[in-house]
Each structure stands twice: as structure tokens, then as C-alpha cells.
């Protein structure tokens, strides 16, 4: 079975999927060098602000410090760098690069999935600025500091949803992301377990009528060894035979675990190996008639295979669980449908009549799997009887061998 390989996605998907998940100090370092550098040179353009002295320098580095636990304590975080920053405004420090240190901030904390945290942050410095800049600049540097005008916050509150909106759609994005992952998780698991269920029906199929038939002959050759040879001698040939036949199929089913693109050695067994079945069933004392009706049709190969298994084991249920000697197997071609049939006469011999192992489970799973249904279950005239109904797709006749 190949691998599917994910999908690539957008060319900023791999940013945004590490976003948040790499060492937080390469991001601090490269966030408070950028915040020195660059307030110097916003200090010499907004002239009407204080300079940047130890202080504000202090600030600036204070700021990008504590993103450094921006993974581990996202709200904290958020609401530690707002009040650093309202700080430094309220010293009336130039503005510009401080914003970067709460913008990381609040964007740690909506992808970590505490939005109200983020929220409250930016709120909490919204606040604190409309504060400051329409009442307290009366107390507070530079001095002779008129109020700001409205403008600037119109820009300061675009600029913050914005921001907000980015860490919102990273979020969402890597949420999508990560359930899909999951989804193709999940599905890979379920195909495992569908092959591996698939190869355990299979193993259990071949081995459970092989020895079947294998012990029985055992028990024959035993019983007759010293006083008819040659009928031990025949018992022993089927038990070659049948020894022979079920490495055969082992070896066909154990092909699958091979490299992918290897293929099966020979074809999956089908209805058209029926004559093969009633062979050994009767190599094994069982003589099983075989009876057709309607219009036979080739069949889908998992069908037919499907088709063949339940026979065999319905038939390894009579040969181990009834004390018949004859069966009866009808296959019924219906519109729709193809019904098998396995009847018995005998009284139960040994245990449950039917079988009551994997042998049943493994027969309606097969059926399940094709949409059919299997009835199991003692006749009301004694005996017990296998009724497997498989859904068809329309298929083109064949004439019947």
C-alpha cells in the first residue's frame, strides 16, 4: 500500500504550522535588537517626545525579555508586555518599534488559543493610551504635551485588529490542519486494520478446512494402518495433498505483507475451484452435492473470493461439527444477488452444530463486507443450515461450466 503524501498547501503553510513551536530566544533577539535600532531612529523624527535615555532603553529590552515565556505562559506574557509598553508611553518615550513586543505578544496568545487573553491585552492598552493621551498628558512628560488627535487612534485600533485577525487566521488554519492530519491518521490506521483483519480471515480460512481435512485423514490412516494399508495409504496421499495445497494458498495470502507492487503468485481461489472443495470434503467422508440455479454470471474478483470462502468454511464446519456424511451446496443466481447454500442432516458431533469459533464471525464478515448478509442456524427438520446472500452489481452472463 503506498503512502499518501500531504498535501503541500499554500507556500506560507509551513511558516504558519511552526509558528509559536520554534526556540522563542531567536525571535527575542531579533525582536530587541530591531527595537534599539529602530527607536532611535523614530526618536529623531518625533522630535516633540522624550529621548531615549537608560530608562527607556531598559524598557525596550523588558519587553522582548519576557516573550522569552510567551509558550509557556502565553496570557501572562500578553498582559506583562502590555503594561511595559503602556509604561513606556505614559514616559512619553517616541513611538514606533515598542508596539512589535506586545504584537508577538497578543499573536502567541490567540494561536495558543487564549483569544480573551489576547483580547484583554490589547484592550487593557487601548484603555491606558486613551488615558494618557486625552487627560493624563497633563501630568505627565513631555512637558507643554497638547492631546492627540483621534486620527491616530483610528490607526493605533486598525492596526491592532489587523494584527488580531492574522493571529486569528493562523490559528484556525493550523487547527484545520491538524485535524486533517488526524482524519489521514485515523484512515491510515482503519486501512491497517482492515488488512490485517483481511489476512487473519484468510489465514484462518485456508488453515481451519486444510487441517480439517488433514486430521480426519490422520484419524482414517491411524484406524486403518494395520488392517487395510492401502486405504491408509490413500488417507496419508490426501493428507499430502491437502498439506500441499493449504502452503499454497498460506504463501499467497503472506505475498500481500510483501514490498508494495508485488503481486500475488497466482489468482485468488473463486467459485470456479467449487469441484476442488467437493474433492477434499470427500477425502474426507463427506459427500457433498452441488446444485445450481438461475443464470450464472462472472463475478467481481472480491466477491467470488468472498464466495469461495464461505463455502469452504461452511463445508469445514459440517466436516468438523456434524455427524452427517452428506451435504447438500446450492448457489441461486438472483437479479441482484447470489445466494449459497450449505445443508446437513447429521446431529451435532463434538461440539456446536455450525461450528462455534471464527468460523461464523469470519463468514459474516465476509458478507458484511459486500453489503450481504449470512443465517446460520439448525433446520427446522434437523441438521443445520448456511444461507450467504452477496450482493451483485449487473454483470454479464456466462454459460454454466
Known sequence: MEEQRERPGPPWRRWVERT??????????????????ASGWAAREQT?????????????????????????HPVAVAYGVSAVTLVYIGAGYPYGPVFVSLALACFAAVVAGHRRAAWGAVGLLWAGHLLIVHWLYRWLPPAGD??????????ITAWVLAMLAVAELVRVRREQWARERAER?????????????????????????????INVQAGVGLALLD?????????????????????????????TLRTPGDAPRTPAPGLDRLPELVEQAAAAGLAVEVSAGGTARALPPGADLAA?????????????????????????????????RVDDDGPAAGGAAGGSGNGLVGMRERAAA????IEAGPRPDGGFRVVARLPLKAATPQEDP
Open 370 to 373: 459486500l453489503g450481504g448478509t
Open 185 to 213: 491518521a485515523a484512515a491510515e490506521r482503519r486501512r491497517v486494520n482492515e488488512e490485517r483483519l483481511r489476512i487473519a480471515r484468510e489465514l484462518h480460512d485456508v488453515l481451519a478446512h486444510s487441517i480439517s481435512v
Open 20 to 37: 509559536g513551536r520554534g526556540p522563542a530566544w531567536r525571535s527575542v533577539l531579533l525582536v530587541a535588537v530591531f527595537a534599539q535600532v
Open 227 to 255: 488392517t487395510d494399508p492401502e486405504q491408509a495409504r490413500t488417507a496419508l496421499t490426501t493428507i499430502k495433498a491437502a498439506s500441499k495445497e493449504a502452503l499454497g494458498e498460506v504463501r499467497q495470502v503472506l505475498d
Open 48 to 72: 516633540g517626545r522624550v529621548g531615549l535615555d537608560a530608562f527607556a532603553r531598559l524598557l525596550l529590552l523588558l519587553g522582548p525579555a519576557l516573550l522569552l515565556a510567551r509558550h509557556r
Open 146 to 155: 497638547g492631546p492627540a488627535p483621534w486620527g491616530q487612534e483610528l490607526a
Open 308 to 340: 469461495f470462502r464461505i463455502l469452504q468454511e461452511a463445508l469445514t464446519n459440517v466436516v468438523r461439527h456434524s455427524g452427517a456424511r452428506t451435504a447438500r451446496v446450492g448457489l441461486i443466481w438472483q437479479p441482484s444477488a447470489l445466494e449459497l
